[in-house]
Nanobody, 115 residues
Framework: QVQFVESGGGLVQSGGSLRLTCAAP??????MGWYRQAPGKQREMVAI???????NYADSVKDRFNISRDYAKASVYLQMNSLKVEDTAVYYC???????????WGQGTQVTVSS
């Protein structure tokens, strides 16, 4: 069973930055990325990067967030800059395994942006 190790969430003021990290050593993923869920809202995709290096971002975070991967470490990172109050949510690591294409989720890390 794949288990992600997530870190990097916390409390930051509007305009600040945070970097999320997620790792699942020993596994290979076709795609890895991040989703988020704010109170009372549905979970939404934030950023996903495929093994090709192609990345997709939610329109709301383009030009502010940057996703990267370390394939050797089966890790994915999310650099979040110019954070806004509306970025406040629980951020979930996501991975789709190579070959099986089975999807996995992390337990989530809280990101809170204060005004």
């Amino acid at each position: 069973q794949v288990q992600f190790v997530e870190s990097g969430g916390g409390l930051v003021q509007s305009g600040g930055s945070l970097r999320l990290t997620c790792a699942a050593p020993g596994y290979s993923f076709f795609s890895m990325g991040w989703y988020r869920q704010a109170p009372g809202k549905q979970r939404e995709m934030v950023a996903i990067m495929e093994s090709s290096g192609n990345a997709n971002y939610a329109d709301s975070v383009k030009d502010r967030f940057n996703i990267s991967r370390d394939y050797a470490k089966a890790s994915v990172y999310l650099q979040m800059n110019s954070l806004k109050v509306e970025d406040t949510a629980v951020y979930y690591c996501y991975g789709k395994r190579i070959i099986t294409m089975k999807e996995y989720w992390g337990q989530g890390t809280q990101v809170t942006v204060s005004s």
